[in-house]
Structures are given as C-alpha cells and as structure tokens.
C-alpha cells in the first residue's frame, strides 16, 4: 500500500496471521491493523507473533469479535476502519460482510462456500464500497489466472469461443503415506465441504452442476502424476461469466494418487448435509495428520481451435513453495492463500470500486502481476 490505512482482519488462523505480516513487510507504507477473534487471547496472540516477526514499525491491535452481536470495542474500530479482510471460516461471512456494509468499509473473503456468497452478493449488490469475494487462491488467483489464458486465446487466435478452459489446484505435502495418501495443511472442515458439496461447471457451453468427486481421472503435471477430480466452490463465477463463450469449463482438485480412493470409502452413506460434511471432517481428522511442510501445485489449460481449425492448446502450470517473510517461515498454502487477498485488499483501497466484484470482473493482468502476487507466483 503506497499510503496509511486501517485494515481489519477478521479471524486469528494461518491465513490471518500471514496477512497481517506481509501487510507489515511488503507495503511501503505500512497500515496499521486491528485483529478480532471470538478467543480474544487467540487474536492477542496473533498480534504477538506478527510484532515478532516483523522487521518494520508496527501497529497491532487486537480485540474481541464475538460470534454473535457487537461491542462497543468493535463499533470503534469498524468506525475507522478502511477494509475488512475476512479469514473467518466461510459460514460466518455473511455476518461479517454486513457489518462492513453497515460500517461503510470495503470487504474481501476467502471462503469458497457457494450459498454464502450468493447471500453476500444480495447484501452488497448496492453497497458504497467494493466487496470482493473469493479471492483466495481456489477460488481466487486460479480463476483469474484461467480467465487470462481465456481472453489471450481469444486474442491471439481471433475467436470468440474455446472448447475447454482447466484448472486445478492441489495443496499438498511433500510426502504421503497409505492408506490416504494426504496430510492437512489447511482447514479440514474446508476439505470435507469440497469434497461433498455439488459443483458448477460448463458442459456444452451450459451452467450445471455435478456432484463432487465424479470425474477423477490421472494427469501429469511437470513430470508427476496427480489424480484430479471435481470439488465445490473453486470455479467461482467464471461458469456464469463464460457460459456460451466456452464448451467445457470446470474446476478440480490435485491428489497424490490413492488419495481419491480411501475418500470413496469414508463416503459410504454419507450425503451432503452439514452433520455430514461433520461426519468425514471427523472421520479423515482420526487417520490423517496435520502436516507443517507443504507446496502448492496449480495448473490452468485452455484449449480451441483457430480461424482455420487447428486445435490449439496453452497451459501454466506452478508450484509454490514455503517462504520467508521478515523473521518468519509462512507455509505455502499461507503464502498462496494471503497474496490473492491482499492484491484484491490493494484493489479496493485504491480503485473506486462499489458493490460485488467477482474473478471475472477483475482485470488479469493488473492482478496478477501485482507487487503481492508477483514474489509469489511470478509473473504472467
């Protein structure tokens, strides 16, 4: 940021603890940032670490955010707030995006939760400030990355429609042992959504929606196998943008083969309900571990034929690794999963942005070539 704002990160995890340090470390000017959490002694920790780790002057405050109702704390720091950057689990965005309406602040989130942010997008569509969504990493940067390789395609080869626009996104460990072939590096409750919940894709240039984990198949990226399927949340909007512009369109999940598999069998009789998605975050949780080392394997493809029907195709892949920022070491899902989010909080602070502004609405180059994303993913 190249001048003073009031930035209010809701939420005290991994993520909300690696935006307020690279808020710290990356702006030229450096904002002053104000931590709610409903476990006040959680945000005062996170506030801690961050003081800690960074090698700037800083100004951390943390306060309470309870779950339900606002304090007279809370109306004082929203009063002078300038964004709110949600790092709260998805159910309770919609509180939060309210009270950035009600506040007059701008918003971003990170929640890939699909009936949260049609409800956000009600509540802001008349809102004085911009509220961008899902501006993680899936959703979030993968979207904006595939709606690149969509308009370049379209430029380049002087066509309107493609056949397929890709892209997938695993976070992964380094290693993986049977039988799930997995360890947590983010929110378990965030896995077991995605992987019960239906999704939204494009087949034959029409929206639908299929079930989650219905069309695994093998594909190598770099060298590597990987089992891909389909997971909820992470196309975003780009199958409501692109419908009639592109045939087949969805979203996938990178697995280390076998991974897919032992979820099948932890499925069995399971539906889709919230006691469900409960049911397999409890199940996984019991065999597979939390993991600290971590990369991020991301991969986007488009493909079409030209003016004289020749099939083209163009395709990205990347792999994010951990990196040091200040005194500390961020995880790559951290590094991954803040960047988008603070590049869209830059966004909205200094562009005179107003109501809902989805993935397909922003401009690819801009974002992604930003001064958060760049050191992270490269350039494009």
């Known amino acids: 940021m190249d001048k003073h704002f009031n930035i209010i990160i809701a939420g005290a995890g991994g993520i909300a603890e690696a935006a307020g340090l690279l808020l710290m470390e990356w702006s030229p000017v450096p904002p002053t940032i104000f931590i709610g959490n409903r476990t006040f002694s959680k945000a005062l920790k996170v506030a801690r670490w961050i003081e800690e780790g960074t090698t700037k002057p800083c100004s951390i405050i943390a306060f309470h955010l309870p779950e339900k109702g606002i304090t007279a704390e809370m109306k004082e720091i929203l009063g002078q707030g300038d964004i709110v950057l949600d790092c709260l689990p998805g159910s309770l965005a919609p509180k939060i995006a309210k009270l950035a309406k009600d506040f007059h602040l701008h918003y971003a989130n990170l929640t890939e939760y699909v009936?949260?942010?049609?409800?956000?997008?009600?509540?802001?569509?008349?809102?004085?400030?911009?509220?961008?969504?899902?501006?993680g990493l899936a959703p979030g940067y993968i979207n904006i990355l595939a709606n690149l390789l969509f308009q370049q395609f379209c430029s380049d080869f002087e066509v309107?429609?493609?056949?397929?626009?890709?892209?997938?996104?695993?976070?992964l460990t380094d290693h993986a042992?049977?039988?799930?072939?997995?360890?947590?590096?983010?929110?378990?409750?965030?896995?077991?959504?995605?992987?019960?919940?239906?999704?939204?894709?494009?087949?034959?240039?029409?929206?639908?929606?299929?079930?989650?984990?219905?069309?695994?198949?093998?594909?190598?990226?770099?060298?590597?196998?990987?089992?891909?399927?389909?997971?909820?949340?992470?196309?975003?909007?780009?199958?409501?943008?692109?419908?009639?512009?592109?045939?087949?369109?969805?979203?996938?999940?990178?697995?280390?083969?076998?991974?897919?598999?032992?979820?099948?069998e932890q499925l069995v009789g399971l539906g889709n309900t919230l006691e469900d998605i409960s049911t397999l975050q409890h199940k996984m949780e019991a065999s597979i571990p939390h993991v600290e080392d971590d990369k991020i394997i991301l991969y986007a493809a488009v493909e079409g034929k030209d003016t004289k029907g020749t099939l083209h195709r163009r395709e990205i892949a990347k792999r994010i690794q951990p990196q040091t920022v200040g005194r500390r070491q961020l995880r790559a899902?951290?590094?991954?999963?803040?960047?988008?989010?603070?590049?869209?909080?830059?966004?909205?602070?200094?562009?005179?942005?107003?109501?809902?502004?989805?993935?397909?609405?922003?401009?690819p180059k801009q974002f992604l070539n930003g001064n958060f994303i760049e050191p992270v993913y490269g350039k494009v």
């Not at 009936?115 to 501006?135: N, P, R, V, Y």
């Not at 309107?160 to 976070?171: C, H, P, Q, R, Y």
């Not at 992987?195 to 990226?221: C, G, H, Q």
């Open 333 to 363: 899902i951290q590094m991954a999963t803040a960047t988008p989010l603070l590049q869209s909080a830059q966004l909205l602070l200094e562009s005179p942005y107003s109501g809902v502004v989805l993935q397909s609405q922003i401009d």
């Open 115 to 135: 009936a949260e942010t049609t409800e956000i997008m009600a509540l802001a569509k008349d809102a004085s400030t911009g509220f961008m969504l899902q501006t």
């Open 160 to 171: 309107n429609t493609v056949d397929k626009l890709e892209f997938k996104v695993g976070a």
């Open 177 to 264: 042992v049977a039988p799930h072939y997995y360890g947590f590096t983010w929110s378990p409750v965030g896995v077991a959504t995605e992987y019960l919940k239906d999704t939204e894709v494009l087949r034959n240039f029409k929206k639908t929606r299929l079930p989650s984990l219905s069309e695994r198949a093998l594909i190598i990226i770099n060298g590597i196998a990987y089992e891909e399927d389909l997971t909820s949340g992470g196309a975003a909007d780009l199958p409501d943008a692109l419908a009639k512009k592109v045939g087949f369109l969805d979203y996938k999940t990178l697995r280390y083969p076998g991974h897919y598999a032992w979820v099948e």
